[in-house]
T-cell receptor
C-alpha cells in the first residue's frame, strides 16, 4: 500500500521568508499528487494538483510544487510567505490502482509570525 | 454553487451510544468519500462510493462503522457503540468523476465522552 510522508510537522517562519514543505510518497506506479490547505477553523481546500505534463505546478495564492519522479517527491514552495498563510498543509497521493482513494500525509502545521 | 455540506457540525455523545453523521455531496458528483482526522493524526480514508457500484469499505476501522448512500446522493456514516477513540473530525468529500478533484465538506467534529 502507498504511504505519504511529510517530514516537517511544525514550521515557524517570519513574514517574507521562503517556504518549502517536503512530501515523499512510496508507490512505484502512476500517481496523482495534491496539496490541500486547512486554515484555522475552516475545512480543507485544494491548493494545487499534479496529474501529468509540466512537473512544476502553479497553485493558488502564489504556491507551487514540483514533482520529482526519481525522488518520489512533491514539495510545496512559496517564495515569500504571509501571515495569512498560517494553516495546516496536507500532501495527498492517489495511486491509479488504489480504488481512487487519496492517501494523506500527516500534515505540516505552518505558523507565520508577523 | 453549493459545496459539500455536512451535519451536524459538532456532535457530543456518551460512550456506547450510536451516532449518525450526514453528508450532502455536490449535485451531480458521482463519487463520495468519508475520511476522519484524529487529533494529531493525518487524514484517514474510511469508505468510498462510486455511482451504483459496491462501496470500497477497506478503510473502516471496525464493524461498528457503516455507511450508506441513498439514491446516489446523500450519505450517512453510522458509528455504533461509540468509543472514546472514535473522537475525531469526520470529513466527507465528493467529486464528479474519475480523475476529477475531490471537494471537501467542513466536517463533523465528534466527541465521545
Amino acid at each position: 500500500a502507498q504511504s505519504v510522508s511529510q517530514h516537517n510537522h511544525h514550521v515557524i517562519l517570519s513574514e517574507a521568508a521562503s517556504l518549502e514543505l517536503g512530501c515523499n510518497y512510496s508507490y512505484g506506479g502512476t500517481v496523482n499528487l495534491f496539496w490541500y490547505v486547512q486554515y484555522p477553523g475552516q475545512h480543507l481546500q485544494l491548493l494545487l494538483k499534479y496529474f501529468s505534463g509540466d512537473p512544476l505546478v502553479k497553485g493558488i495564492k502564489g504556491f507551487e510544487a514540483e514533482f520529482i519522479k526519481s525522488k518520489f517527491s512533491f514539495n510545496l514552495r512559496k517564495p515569500s510567505v504571509q501571515w495569512s498563510d498560517t494553516a495546516e498543509y496536507f500532501c495527498a497521493v492517489r495511486a491509479n490502482n488504489a480504488g481512487n482513494m487519496l492517501t494523506f500525509g500527516g500534515g505540516t502545521r505552518l505558523m507565520v509570525k508577523p | 454553487g453549493a459545496g459539500v455540506s455536512q451535519s451536524p457540525s459538532n456532535k457530543v455523545t456518551e460512550k456506547g451510544k450510536d451516532v449518525e453523521l450526514r453528508c450532502d455531496p455536490i449535485s451531480g458528483h458521482t463519487a463520495l468519500y468519508w475520511y476522519r482526522q484524529s487529533l494529531g493524526q493525518g487524514l484517514e480514508f474510511l469508505i468510498y462510493f462510486q455511482g451504483n457500484s459496491a462501496p470500497d469499505k477497506s478503510g473502516l476501522p471496525s464493524d461498528r462503522f457503516s455507511a450508506e448512500r441513498t439514491g446516489g446522493s446523500v450519505s450517512t456514516l453510522t458509528i455504533q457503540r461509540t468509543q472514546q477513540e472514535d473522537s475525531a473530525v469526520y470529513l466527507c468529500a465528493s467529486k464528479r468523476g474519475v480523475g476529477d478533484t475531490q471537494y471537501f465538506g467542513p466536517g463533523t467534529r465528534l466527541t465521545v465522552l
